[in-house]
């Protein structure tokens, strides 16, 4: 079975700090997992996918098969990182018709 | 240029009543996609369509709930019989098929349904 699990509901941290958003997943194939992100009063968008190896907005994600996981990172967080983040998970390869499969998201705050 | 458009952006309506979400795409995007998110939850899928096809609609959580499609472009979610266990945000998206440059799905700002 596909399933996204984020063990963190909430996260706050302080401006500057590292910061960590925790996902693992289980899929019996190879998965394509993605991160996106909603601000406060805006829709949800893509932060980043793991076929790209980009980083953006600082923020890195590196997808581990030995652990199942696919935290993202970032080594000083800024305050207009506060939002929610969803981890998610796609089927085919490099494959845009395919579903989304999502983790139940992890709210940041960053604080002052 | 235009993203995904979405409405109502808000719909109350009482139990027993059918609901038509709307979902109208980005020009040009072939693959659509509808989620239901209820609240503290990550979005979960609903059904995907290929232009008028409808691919997958292994996430429809029972026979009250349909979707269409019919010119490839706008879709619409029904809900037949609408019941409180309904509420929720549902979310369409939009992308382009394998083998081109981009598939990312972009969202909509999603309708947020209330039964009463």
């Known amino acids: 079975a596909q399933r996204v699990t984020q063990p963190e509901k909430l996260l706050s941290v302080f401006k500057g700090a590292p910061v960590e958003l925790k996902c693992n997943y289980s899929?019996?194939?190879?998965?394509?997992l993605f991160w996106y992100v909603q601000y406060s009063r805006q829709r949800l968008q893509l932060l980043l996918r793991?076929?790209s190896r980009e980083s953006i907005k600082g923020f890195t994600a590196d997808l581990n098969k030995g652990e199942t996981s696919f935290h993202l990172k970032k080594p000083f967080a800024q305050e207009e990182d506060s939002a929610m983040y969803y981890c998610?998970?796609?089927?085919?390869?490099?494959?845009?018709?395919?579903?989304?499969?999502f983790g139940k998201g992890t709210k940041l705050t960053v604080n002052p | 240029g235009a993203g995904v458009s979405q409405s109502p952006r808000y719909k109350v309506t009482k139990r027993g009543q059918d609901v038509a979400l709307r979902c109208d795409p980005i020009?040009?995007?072939?693959?659509l996609y509808w989620y239901r998110q209820a609240l503290g939850q990550g979005p979960e899928f609903l059904t995907y369509?290929?232009?008028?096809?409808?691919?997958?609609k292994s996430g429809l959580p029972n026979d009250r709930f349909s979707a269409e499609r019919p010119e490839g472009s706008i879709s619409t979610l029904t809900i037949q019989r609408t019941e409180q266990r309904d509420s929720a945000m549902y979310r369409c998206?939009?992308?382009?098929?394998?083998?081109?440059?981009?598939?990312?799905?972009?969202f909509g700002p999603g309708t947020r349904l209330t039964v009463t």
């Open positions: 899929y019996s194939g190879s998965p394509e």
């Open positions: 998610a998970l796609s089927g085919r390869r490099g494959g845009g018709s395919e579903k989304l499969v």
């Open positions: 369509f290929n232009y008028e096809a409808q691919q997958d």
């Open positions: 020009s040009g995007h072939v693959s």
């Open positions: 793991h076929i």
């Open positions: 998206a939009s992308s382009s098929p394998p083998g081109t440059a981009s598939y990312e799905q972009y």
